[in-house]
Structure formats: C-alpha cells, structure tokens
T-cell receptor
C-alpha cells in the first residue's frame, strides 16, 4: 500500500473543462513531484516542488498548472487539455533534506490518476 | 547528463528459475541507482537502491541487484521467479549532484516487461 494518495483514480474530461488532480502525503517529505506516463513508457517528469516552492518545470504547457498549498498537498490544475494529454498522472514524494543533508532521494509514488481527454 | 539503458523490452522466465533484468547507466558523478516495479494500472513501487557500500543490494520481495562500477551496470536479480513477479520494471539513476538541493531528478530507463510462466 502506498502512503501517497491520489484522487481521483479516474477522470474523463472534455477539452473545454477545468478539473484538478490531487495528491497527499503524510510522510513528512519536503519534495513532491508530478509525472506523466503514457502506456508502456517510463514516467516523464513534469514539475517538482521543494519546500512548497516550484523548483523544476520541465517546459510543461501552461494548460497544466501545479499548486502546492502546503507540505502535504500537491494539486495539478487542468484546463483546455488536448486528447494527447490522456495519460496516467503520477504524484511522488521524497524526503529531501534532513539536518541539512540531502537524503538519497528515492521517490515514493501514488497509484496515479488515469486521465482521459475527449 | 545522466541516462539509463534497459536493453530488453521483455524478459521471459519460467517460475522457479532465476531471473535477471539488465540495466546500464551513465552519469558524470557518483550514481544513485534504483529499481521500481509497476503492476498494470498502478503506480511505481520502490524495490531497492544502491547508494554506496556493498555492491550487492537486497530489496523487497526477494529481489536483489548487483552494482558493477567498471561495467556501469545495475542488474536486477531474483534466485527463484514467481508468476506474481510478472510486471514492468524500471531502472532509474540519479547523479548524486543532480537535483535542486532537496529534490531528486531521476532518469528512468524505458522499462522491461517481465513475464513469468508456469
């Protein structure tokens, strides 16, 4: 069982809709990530938040808008998506620094949100 | 830049036989290496990692991996495969210097599908 919780598990939306994906972790991790994964492909990094600040944006189109309201929550706001954006969206977290030392950085993933854009 | 290669799209093995899933990597500095497993329509589960120390790393579900610096490899192994091991396996690497200071920027391989048959 994962300690990173993602909702909803499935989402179907039209190209004009606005929706959000949510992610929550209670492991005290200070880094949180959004990945996009197409079928039978590796995850592709989209965004990284470190201590609630956006630290990496992998040139993701503006129709994807991340938000980190606090250290436990991560949202991905979706607007005017295209059918090719249909994918599994994975949230992950990692420990970050502890006592000033960067931890080894393994990521803990949620089960994902399966998005279908019609 | 860092990269990972998983040369086999699929590995087939009979239950009870040993299995190996291959991974080679390229980083400029010292590597942090990870294996993840993904079952259909699920998130990625962390199996094991190599950071430093013994070249043979033991992980979850009886899996182990051998770090070979001279061959820049980190092959995943299991002495006796189970049908339930059938899944998609991803190798990932991180240069120990890569990231924002708190977050990890992992590079994933393309994945290897393991099929274990009776």
């Amino acid at each position: 069982d994962t300690e990173v919780t993602q909702t909803p598990k499935h989402l179907v939306m039209g190209m004009t809709n606005k929706k959000s994906l949510k992610c929550e972790q209670h492991m005290g991790h200070r880094a949180m990530y959004w990945y996009k994964q197409k079928a039978k492909k590796p995850p592709e990094l989209m965004f990284v938040y470190s201590y609630e600040k956006l630290s990496i944006n992998e040139s993701v189109p503006s129709r994807f808008s991340p938000e980190c309201p606090n250290s436990s929550l991560l949202n991905l706001h979706l607007h005017a998506l295209q059918p090719e954006d249909s994918a599994l969206y994975l949230c992950a977290s990692s420990q970050g620094k502890w006592r000033g030392v960067l931890r080894t950085g393994e990521l803990f993933f949620g089960e994902g949100s399966r998005l279908t854009v019609l | 830049a860092q990269s990972v290669a998983q040369p086999e799209d699929q590995v087939n093995v009979a239950e009870g036989n040993p299995l190996t899933v291959k991974c080679t990597y390229s980083v400029s500095g010292n590597p942090y290496l990870f294996w993840y497993v993904q079952y259909p329509n699920r998130g990625l589960q962390f199996l094991l990692k190599y950071i430093t120390g013994d070249n043979l790393v033991k992980g979850s579900y009886g899996f182990e991996a051998e770090f070979n610096k001279s061959q820049t490899s980190f092959h995943l192994k299991k002495p006796s495969a189970l049908v339930s091991d059938s899944a998609l396996y991803f190798c990932a690497v991180r240069d120990h210097r890569e990231g924002t200071g708190t977050a990890s920027k992992l590079t994933f391989g393309t994945g290897t599908r393991l099929q274990v048959t009776l």
